[in-house]
């Protein structure tokens, strides 16, 4: 159980365009979702926190107007990285957490979606 | 403020022996701790957690962690090395706030030898 999927798993795009890559909880309702970009041998660095039906959380320093998220359903998060350009290339990972089928604080992370922008 | 300090970079074993993979926490709380995996190109996977049941956890794969408050330490061990077990290892404490966000440490890569 607790099974997180990510779309697609790898994407390249040219410089300017959007990009959205798909977050699903597979066998359990996502009542938060987490959003979190890792560089190259580094360690994840959280984004943006969101909530199903509400805007999401950004951390300090991340864009919300280039990176949009969207967590329409308990099932399903998105994250779209507008106009993207060459400093977005990284590997993109989703997690999601439901408080009260699972321990509030474990989250279960999907397989990462790396992103090459030319 | 919570935070969680992986000592080594790199830890590197030969098969069929013992790991031990560091780290050490702060925290204001009694904290989660968790140890998760990630192997090249993949998602993390949980390994275990901690949440004051026991001091020792055990996980998947032959992976156990003490948790000890007197030392603030949760080192993840594992008495014999696999092929298999080499990857990118995650020490992580939650926030604790309403938001429960994780804290990551920096990481540790494990590397086996034949």
Redesign the interface.
């Known amino acids: 159980g607790a099974v997180v999927s990510q779309h697609p798993s790898r994407v390249i795009c040219k410089s300017g365009t959007s990009v959205k890559i798909e977050c699903r909880s597979l066998d359990f309702q996502a009542t938060t979702m987490f959003w979190y970009r890792q560089f190259p041998k580094q360690s994840l660095m959280l984004m943006a926190t969101s909530n199903e039906g509400s805007k999401a959380t950004y951390e300090q320093g991340v864009e919300k107007d280039k990176f949009l998220i969207n967590h329409a359903s308990l099932t399903l998060s998105t994250l779209t990285v507008t106009s993207a350009h060459p400093e977005d290339s990284s590997f993109y990972i989703c997690s999601a957490s439901h408080r009260v089928l699972q321990s509030s604080d474990t989250q279960y992370f999907g397989p990462g979606t790396r992103l090459t922008v030319l | 403020a919570q935070s969680v300090t992986q000592l080594d970079s790199h830890v590197s074993v030969s098969e069929g022996t013992p790991v031990l993979l560091r780290c050490n926490y702060s925290s204001s709380y009694s904290p989660?701790l968790?140890w998760?995996v990630q192997h090249p190109?993949?998602?993390?996977?949980?390994l275990l957690?901690y949440?004051s049941a026991a001091t020792l956890v055990k996980g998947i794969n032959g992976f156990e962690a003490e948790f000890k408050k007197s030392e603030t330490s949760f080192h993840l061990t594992k008495p014999s090395a696999h092929m298999s077990d080499a990857a990118e290892y995650?020490c992580v404490v939650?926030?604790?706030d309403s938001?429960?966000?994780?804290i990551?440490?920096?990481?540790t890569r494990l590397l086996v030898r034949p």
């Open positions: 989660s968790f998760y190109n993949k998602g993390l996977q949980l957690k949440t995650f939650s926030g604790m938001s429960y966000k994780l990551f440490g920096s990481g």
